[in-house]
């Protein structure tokens, strides 16, 4: 048994993630919400949280109006801050969101930031992570992780979801995935009031910030690259919203942000 494991994780962790997720049998909400949160504690136990109320209380805000504008309202949200140089947020199944504080720091703007965490809670309304365990592993093997059957290939899952080794490909879930979690994401920040066309000037930001050789994009990179395509279509989507009132900046994310580069100035590498 304990071979057969190994020869899938192996299967998956050499798996680019890059073909289609197509229409697949998934495992239910409450199973996604339980593995969510198996996962999350694993995380936990390998990354280092920010627990500045100031800093969590706004980008928990930020995120659950997020989601309340989400096509999916059905789980809970829950929203963390990991202490890391590293530019990057992920989600894990079940509506698990973990931002990294250089993102916000890196981030010019309350829109900037809301595009790339509105696009994480894409993958999570997507069920993109479900879809990607689901089909790298096979409904019944999976079912089992979530019970528990299979103890320690959950611990190895979720030790790659934390991003130890080479588990980035866990979260890596394609072209047709990033496409539909920016359209997703386009369409939560308009619905919450927050203009969506900051997603499109973070990744120009991004891109060029990479062409100069920045290594602390390198995660974001690997997981959801910021390519032309993706710039395009937000503007696309963008520009078919009817236009209104739309929140671009607050005060409250320009004082995260100084309380943050004061506290944790990011160190170049
Ligand atoms: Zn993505």
């Given at each position: 048994m304990t071979r057969t494991i190994n020869a899938i994780l192996l299967t998956l962790l050499m798996?680019?993630?890059?073909?289609t997720i197509s229409q697949i049998n998934l495992i239910s909400t409450p199973q996604e919400v339980e593995m969510g949160q198996q996962f999350s504690q694993e995380v936990e136990k390998e990354v280092k949280l920010v627990r500045d109320p100031l800093v969590v209380s706004y980008v928990e805000n930020l995120g659950q109006l997020l989601a309340q504008h989400s096509q999916r309202t059905d789980i809970p949200y829950t929203i963390k801050v990991v202490?890391?140089?590293?530019?990057n947020a992920f989600a894990l199944p079940g509506g698990y969101l973990y931002v990294n504080r250089a993102l916000i720091q890196t981030a010019d703007n309350e829109s900037e930031l809301a595009g790339v965490m509105g696009h994480e809670i894409g993958h999570v309304v997507g069920q993109h992570g479900a879809k990607q365990l689901t089909k790298q592993l096979g409904l019944e093997a999976l079912l089992g992780v979530v019970a528990g059957e299979n103890p320690s290939i959950g611990r190895q899952l979720a030790a790659q979801v934390a991003g130890v080794g080479a588990g980035l490909t866990l979260l890596k879930y394609g072209r047709e995935a990033e496409l539909e979690a920016d359209a997703y994401a386009v369409q939560e920040t308009y619905d919450a009031?927050?203009?969506?066309g900051g997603m499109a000037t973070f990744f120009e930001k991004l891109l060029a910030m990479h062409d100069e050789g920045d290594s602390g994009f390198a995660q974001i990179f690997s997981t959801h690259p910021p390519t032309r395509e993706r710039i395009e279509r937000v503007h696309g989507l963008t520009a078919e919203l009817s236009k209104k009132n739309l929140k671009k900046d607050s005060r409250d994310f320009q004082k995260v942000r100084a309380y943050l580069n004061e506290r944790y100035p990011i160190k170049k590498k």
């Open positions: 798996s680019a993630g890059c073909s202490d890391s140089d590293e530019v009031g927050i203009d969506p």
